[in-house]
């Protein structure tokens, strides 16, 4: 499970494939086995694939086709479910249903002369208890005729057989190619609106939504909702509930298959109710894997609870019973279990806070408190954000981010002298998001460490790093509260110069020193566009830049000389902005603290923009607050 769970988080792909595994066409696949077997999960698109294939076997001959003279025959294994399994007299029905006669001469004659390719649908789909038998009068059939070509589909969860001589294929997720190839065919009447789909899809944003259009039925509901909509839904947490519905309840209803077992029985919000409490304890554990034994005792606990009057629950039935009916939970190796897309994981979870913290209202607090500045609940806080109102969680966040200015003196120093710089200036932006601007300007170039070299302690170095992280935050806050590319434009010119003076100082090449003079006097003229700073004179700036460029030391010159001059370059800014490198002195521990609270500001403004409904007048005052000390 160790290596699983390292192995997903390095790739983000649950199984690491051998490396002689390629993937190939289905046709070609069809084309070189006799006996086939198709494996797949719900709505990979086994049935489709077989009635393809038999399309494909009535065409003309043609590059890509079907090679085998053959008449194809479809069957849906699921109408054995109340009857003995006799696949002669199914075939007879099938010829007998397109008019044919003397149907029972012909078929002997065909089958014998294995004229025949027989696709048999859903071996999934027969009872449990029907399935020993229909597995040896399948295997006994294709002995008896073994002339003909078979191709059978089946969920790998059902399959624990092995019929002999077939071989064993898995339908493989769509790929980025397969699933433009589908979105682009798909709106083939309006392809400006595939673009637009595709594009969307491709954004940062939709990361996890992309990741459920690898199966393609998912793939198709999304091209339902964007056609009537016209855009992804804002609200993801709408898109996953209905995936999880499809899954959940509409597929197998679609299908009409019989299933077994107390799960069977189940109404879908009790199923969800199960699924979610699985979802919640895992991720909160940093669980992606989970082994049988532990699924098994925790669904007999869940369902005893919720079934008290039932005596006995085996746990494995049920799991393999989830398995089988939706294909949610999936074995990956024997014995260990993971959701089929951590999407789904992150959705159930997401669930089961919000039905938790209307039961108790310190629970989602606690979880604000532990969890707001990890990466990894980032999606789930989002998700819970676009299932009600969001005003109480957006207020939650709030203070947690506020509670770690409270602890620093140091940092409301700096935020004050954030305001006093940017405060009532020309500019034309919000006022949060000049002071979001004005921190990544003053990080990390004003820091006393800021030119540190490779021969720098180890503390020195941590702290560089930490640094650094201050001005990606600061840069990300920027860009999260102002749409105009303008402030982060320079802020990114800012990070190019410091690259140039660090190259300059660590390499000692004259050429880097003039590549960060240049840039700074291109971002000086930016700078005096934007105004977003009180009291600061960038011609005189410029003027100091052009007199700095005489002051570039040679090739050959030591290393002090270049730290020198990088410093000069340095207070050269400083002087123009009228800032006091000292005011960000400070230790590692409340850069630290800063960083922290850059990232929750940053959550909470991704928490506003995907919520279902907010406050206007209470995100006002969320956002006056943002980067202001108290």
Known sequence: MDWLEE???????????EKHTKRQSGIEIANSFQY???LGGPGTGKSTFLRKIGLEALKESHEGYYEHNCIPVFIELKKFSFSEVDLESAIIDEFEICGSFKTHKFLQQALTQGDLLILLDGLDEVPIEQMSEAISKIQDFANRFHRNRFIITCRPAAYR???????DVVIAEFDDHQIRQYIEKWFHSNPQQGHICWEQLNSSSNAAAKELTRTPLLLTMLCLVFRREGNLPKHRATLYEKSLWVLLEEWDAEKDVPREGIYKGLATRQKELILSEIAFDAFKNDE????????SHQLEDLLGRMLPDVAFIDGKKVLKSIELQHGLLVERVEGIYSFSHLTIQEYLATQYIFNQSKQDESFLQ???DQYLTDDRWQEIFMLLSGMSKADELLQLMERQARSYLEKSPALQNLLRCAVQMTQDT???????AKRAAAIGLLFPRVHPLA????????????HKKTLYLTYDLACELTSALTDKRLLTLVLDRI????????CGIESTRAHAFKHAVKISIINAKRLKEIKIFNNADFNQYMKNLESVKKEIPSESAPFEQDKAFAMRSQQIWLDAINFNSDIVDFPLDDLNLFNLYLKSIIVTIYCKKSALSYSPSLWDDIESRILVAD
């Open 7 to 17: 192995n997903y988080r390095q790739r983000k792909v649950f199984l690491l494939e």
């Open 36 to 38: 086939l077997m198709v």
């Open 161 to 167: 057989y092995n019929l002999r001589n077939f071989t």
């Open 288 to 295: 992606l894997f989970i082994s049988k034994r532990a699924l």
């Open 366 to 368: 606690e979880l604000i």
């Open 426 to 432: 020309a500019g034309q932006f919000k006022p949060a």
């Open 451 to 462: 030119p540190i070299t490779r021969f720098s302690n180890p503390e020195d170095s941590i």
């Open 495 to 502: 990070r190019k110069t410091d690259g140039f003076l660090h």
